[in-house]
């Protein structure tokens, strides 16, 4: 198996992006902490291996903080995702961030995981956060992984 290669994301990206975002996230936009992003507009990183793109992160930074928008990986265990964050970390350096952070929801237990294996802590529990995400993103569906019911976003954070 080749190495991973990560390269910033650029137009050429676009038609990708927008499959793999509807694909893994039910539609192109996001929703974290009441607010809706356009992933397609955020800058990111591609992770490539043997000429594939197999990886996508998008992040936004603002106020001196960088959130981790998305994040896929299209064959898990491999370190993509791992390769991915530590990319996102880099540009937050350079951008003088003090954190990086994301939300995930209550019933992404492999995320929860490996959040925390990558050196992520928890920072906050957003209890009902998803009835409010709903109206701005109704495709959230009421159940998630394992059966669980998806109510509350998750915040993860690693101080720079």
Known sequence: MSAVKIRALNEHDAEWVQRLLVERWGSAYVVSRGTSHDPRRLPGFVAEQAGQRVG?????????????????SVTPGLGVGSALIDAVQHAARQSGCRRVWLITTNDNTPA????????????ALHRGAIDAARKLKPEIPPIGLDGIPIRDEIEFEIVL
């Open 56 to 72: 996508l992160v998008t992040y936004r930074i603002a106020n001196g903080e960088c959130e981790i928008v998305t994040i896929d």
């Open 112 to 123: 929860i995981r490996f959040y925390q294996k990558r050196g992520f802590a928890l920072a």
